[in-house]
C-alpha cells in the first residue's frame, strides 16, 4: 500500500492477556517507530527500529513490552500480562533512514485492556 | 533531552479570523522543529517543517510557522482559518544530529473553528 498500515484498528483484551500489534511500513523505508497515545496526551516515543534492529528502546515501560523487525520491513509490538494502564492508541511510523526528516505515520491501533 | 511544551489545550476561533497555536521548546541540543495535524478519527499528518536555514517556513492548507531561537519556540499561524481546519496540532522535535530519532511531541492543541 501506499501508506503505513496498521492492524488491527482496534483491539479489545482483558487483563494480563497477551497482544501483538502489527506496522507494515512504506516500501522502502529503513526506519521505523513506534509510538503511545494516551488519552488527552501527545504521542510518546517507544522504541526505533533501522533494519532490523532496535537502535532505540529507550522508551519502552518495562519489560512486558517488545517489538521486532525481524526482516526489516513489518514489525510487531508485543505486550505481556496487559494492565489497564496500557490502554491507549498504538502509533506507527516509518521514514526513509538515518538523517531522514519526514516520518510517516499510520491511524494507529486503539487498544483497550478491560 | 527535549520536551514540548504546548500552553493551550483548546483553542476557540470564529470562521476566517487568524489564529495562533503557541509552541515551546527545550534542549539542551539543536533541534529540528514540526508540527502534525491529526484530523478525526485519521492518522498524523505532517503540516510544516523546520530545519535550518530561514526561520520562517510555510507548510501545507496555508499554515506557517516561525522559528525563535531566542525565546525557544516555534508558533503556528494561520491568517484565515475555515471549518476544515478544525483538528488537533502536535508540536514536535527531534534532535538534529543526523540519526533518525524519534519525535518528542507535545500534548497537543485543540482548535474548534466556530461558525
Known amino acids: 500500500g501506499a501508506g503505513v498500515s496498521q492492524t488491527p484498528s482496534n483491539k479489545v483484551t482483558e487483563k494480563g492477556k497477551y497482544v501483538e500489534l502489527r506496522c507494515d511500513p512504506i516500501?522502502?523505508?529503513?526506519?521505523l517507530y513506534w509510538y503511545r497515545q494516551s488519552l488527552g496526551q501527545g504521542p510518546e516515543f517507544l522504541i526505533y527500529?533501522?533494519?532490523?534492529?532496535?537502535?532505540?528502546d529507550s522508551g519502552l515501560p518495562n519489560d512486558r513490552f517488545f517489538a521486532v523487525r525481524p526482516e526489516g520491513s513489518v514489525s510487531t509490538l508485543k505486550i505481556q500480562r496487559t494492565e489497564r494502564g496500557d490502554s491507549a492508541v498504538y502509533l506507527c511510523?516509518?521514514?526513509?533512514?538515518?538523517?531522514?526528516?519526514?516520518?510517516?505515520f499510520g491511524q494507529g491501533t486503539r487498544l483497550t485492556v478491560v | 533531552a527535549q520536551s514540548v511544551t504546548q500552553l493551550d489545550s483548546q483553542v476557540p476561533v470564529f470562521e476566517e479570523a487568524p489564529v495562533e497555536l503557541r509552541c515551546n521548546y527545550s534542549?539542551?541540543?539543536?533541534?529540528?522543529l514540526f508540527w502534525y495535524v491529526q484530523y478525526p478519527n485519521q492518522g498524523l499528518q505532517l503540516l510544516l517543517k523546520?530545519?535550518?536555514?530561514?526561520?520562517l517556513v510555510k507548510g501545507i492548507n496555508g499554515f506557517e510557522a516561525e522559528f525563535n531561537k531566542s525565546q525557544t519556540s516555534f508558533h503556528l499561524r494561520k491568517p484565515s482559518v475555515h471549518i476544515s481546519d478544525t483538528a488537533e496540532y502536535f508540536c514536535?522535535?527531534?534532535?538534529?544530529?543526523?540519526?533518525?530519532?524519534?519525535?518528542?511531541f507535545g500534548k497537543g492543541t485543540h482548535l474548534i473553528i466556530q461558525p
Open positions: 511510523a516509518s521514514s526513509l533512514g538515518a538523517g531522514n526528516t519526514e516520518a510517516f
Open positions: 516500501s522502502g523505508h529503513t526506519a
Open positions: 527500529f533501522q533494519g532490523t534492529g532496535a537502535a532505540d
Open positions: 534542549s539542551s541540543v539543536s533541534v529540528y
Open positions: 523546520y530545519l535550518s536555514g530561514s526561520t
Open positions: 514536535a522535535v527531534s534532535p538534529s544530529g543526523g540519526g533518525a530519532d524519534g519525535l518528542t
